[in-house]
């Protein structure tokens, strides 16, 4: 299968816009889901690892280690048939209080020899209240195959100082649909965005979403839903101290680490600037903070390891230094649709999860 992808199908694809293209997998996705026949046969297949147990987080049960990371789906449109590929949770987004357009195209740009991608999108999404209409018809919380993340980010339009405001809003018309949300102040596509890292606006935005958190838990009926920060690989050590403390001291639920990076390795300079890099060259970036992270936490605060998977050995170095699931987007792209159920299965192997 791996061969068929990479020597036949992938040649052709990659002859194409990448955009484009991920607009066509999307549309072919959704036909997918549209089969249930197939979907349910595919789940059975792929989802959960022959005589595996599922893993226990945040109050949720994954089928699997890996899970679908942020910017595949923005427009919570094909996160259904995401379990048909064998991912055991899929994180949808990042979605903003108001809706954009994103950055001028092209935005996307693909890097065989160092399987890799630079991305610029900014947050193209429809806004959080239409992902939230959306997702109201589809199926709910409890009845799906797989967990759903939300991940929230800020629009382009708030400033900075309001962020807090509009992250809470986005957080109040979705929290009824996702499993976890994501807080998104990592992604470097959005001016800014970053600086909600530092201490004071992290402070204020987490305590925030802690609040709010609190009242959806506190309405009939509702569920508290974990909140994770998804962290940037360019933080230095004593600057991800900071966000730590601020985490473990608003109580939430995990972190993801990484997002993609502002930085271009040795070789990799002359690759498009601004954007930000992920597949294979973020891979020790992002090991580096997973292994930081656990540390300095010893093993506390729940850890979903993400970038630069693009084989199962990959993954498993991630389970290694203390990440208990992961997520991958790049490496599907080089590796091709099978890819997750592959390491899902190497991974419910390596971590023996069996009964
Ligand atoms: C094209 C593209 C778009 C992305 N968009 C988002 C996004 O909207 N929000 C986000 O949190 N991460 C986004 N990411 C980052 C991924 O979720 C992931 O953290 C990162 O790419 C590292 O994993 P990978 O090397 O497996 O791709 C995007 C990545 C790519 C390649």
Redesign the pocket.
């Known amino acids: 299968m791996d061969f068929l992808y990479e020597k036949l199908l992938r040649p052709l694809l990659f002859k194409c816009n990448p955009e484009a293209i991920h607009d066509q997998t999307i549309s072919a996705l959704r036909l997918l889901e549209a089969i249930p026949f197939a979907t349910r046969l595919l789940e059975r297949i792929n989802l959960r690892p022959p005589g595996s147990k599922p893993v226990r987080l945040f109050g949720l049960d994954f089928p699997n280690r890996v899970g679908l ?3 595949y789906d ?1 427009h919570a449109q094909a996160w259904p048939a995401m379990a048909a590929l064998g991912f055991g949770h899929a994180e949808i ?2 979605i903003t209080l108001h809706g954009q357009d994103g950055n001028p195209r092209p935005r ?1 740009f693909r890097h065989p020899p160092a399987e890799a ?1 630079v ?1 610029r ?1 900014g ?1 193209p999404n429809p806004g959080a209240d239409v992902v939230a209409r959306r997702l109201a018809q589809a199926p709910g919380k409890g009845v799906r195959s797989i967990p759903l993340g939300i ?1 929230i ?1 800020k629009s382009k339009v708030t400033p900075l100082e309001n962020a807090a405001k509009d992250y809470t809003g986005s957080f109040r018309l979705l929290a009824d649909y996702a499993d976890f949300v994501v807080v ?1 102040i ?2 470097p596509n959005t001016q800014n965005l970053r600086d909600l890292q530092g201490r004071a606006l992290l402070d204020n935005l987490l305590g925030s979403l802690r609040d709010t958190a609190r009242d959806h838990a506190a309405k009939p009926g509702a569920k508290p839903v974990p909140i994770l920060l ?1 962290i940037a690989p360019d933080l230095t050590f004593p600057q991800l101290d900071d966000v730590l403390e601020s985490v473990c001291a608003h109580g939430l639920d995990g972190i993801i680490a ?3 990076t502002i930085s271009r390795p040795p070789g990799l300079e002359h690759l498009e600037s601004p954007g ?1 890099l ?2 294979r060259p ?1 891979l020790e970036k992002s090991l580096s903070f997973v292994r930081y992270i656990a540390r300095s936490t010893q093993g506390r605060l729940p850890i979903i390891g ?4 693009c084989d199962v050995e990959a993954a498993a170095r991630f389970m290694d230094e203390g990440a208990s699931l992961v ?5 599907m792209i080089y590796r091709g649709p099978w890819f997750p159920a592959k390491v899902a299965r190497a991974l419910a192997w390596h971590h023996r999860d069996f009964p």
């Not at 993400?306 to 998977?309: E, V």
């Not at 997520?327 to 490496?331: E, K, S």
Request: hydrophobic share 25%; no cysteine.
């Open positions: 990371a942020a910017g923005k987004g990042t996307v991608i991305n999108y947050f991940n980010g998104n990592s992604s998804k990484t997002n993609t930000g992920s597949g973020l993400s970038g630069g998977i997520q991958l987007y790049t490496g």
